[in-house]
Structure formats: C-alpha cells, structure tokens
C-alpha cells in the first residue's frame, strides 16, 4: 500500500470526500458542510511525519499500538486514532479491512440528520450540501464584517 493506492480505495466507499488540508489528504465520511466526519488522513509529505492516521475505535487502538509500527496518532489519540510510521505494516488486504473498518465506525457516529441527507439520492444530496456551503459562507462572511 502507499498513498496512490489507499487514494484509489477509499474513494470507493461509499460517501467519502477527499479534501486537502494540513499538508495531507484528510477523508470525511459526508462533507463537512452537512456533518460529516473524518476518519483518514494521508500525510502528502514523503520526506517526513507519518504516512497515515485514522480511526481506529477503542478496543481496535489498543490492539494496534501494541504491534510494531503503530503508534497513537498525534492530537488525535484521544478519539482513539492510530498512526503508522510506514506503509508495509499491513499487507493490502489488511490495510483495506482498517480503512473499511475506520469508515463504517465513522459512519455509526454521525448525526441522524447527516445520515439523513445521506440517504438521499445523489442530485437531492448535492443540492443540500450546496446550500448548506453558502449559508455557512454567509454566515462566515457576516462574521468578518463584525
């Protein structure tokens, strides 16, 4: 696994958002303007930090930090995310499991209504989440000229 292929696949779960933020790749499960979480970052940065971090739920955070290559990931170790310090720790088969395991608990933790608009169909969801970026816009832009 490297960046490239864990790009590829979590973007084939289902309502995953790619954003780029903090020098990474974060994923969100929905889009942050309706409620929706994060739950992968990928480190952009080859040269330096740790190659990824996500979710990994409390029975699954002290498994993993007691095998060799995890560690709990940096200020973000009290929700219970992990990090790996290289991509090998995990086979792609495993990697895949964690990253659909870190997606589906993500998933359970979201509010009704963002699994509401979830559920709709795709254009109705779209044009939710459209009007839910300009009214937060708005609400930012009113903010600035206070």
């Known amino acids: 696994m490297n960046a490239e292929r864990a ?3 979590l973007l084939t ?8 933020q903090w020098g990474g790749l974060l994923y969100w499960v929905g889009d942050k303007a309706i ?15 740790l190659p990824t971090s996500f979710a990994a739920g409390p ?6 930090c ?3 290559g995890f560690l709990p990931a940096p200020y973000a170790a009290r929700n219970f995310w992990v990090a790996v310090e290289r991509w090998d720790v995990l086979r792609d088969r495993e990697w895949e499991q ?11 933790k979201l509010p009704p209504r963002t699994k509401g608009v979830l559920a709709l169909p795709k ?3 779209k044009k939710m989440v459209a009007e839910r970026k300009e009214l937060l816009a708005a609400r930012e832009k009113q903010k600035v000229k206070r």
Request: aromatic residues 8%; without cysteine; charged residues 25%.
């Open 7 to 9: 790009r590829e696949f």
């Open 13 to 20: 779960l289902p309502h995953v958002i790619e954003a780029e």
């Open 35 to 49: 409620g929706g979480k994060t739950f992968v970052m990928v480190n952009l940065d080859a040269g330096g930090g």
């Open 59 to 64: 029975e699954r955070f002290a498994e993993l």
């Open 66 to 68: 007691e095998r060799e």
């Open 98 to 108: 964690e990253l659909t395991a870190a997606h589906a608990l993500t998933f359970v």
């Open 123 to 125: 254009a109705q969801m």
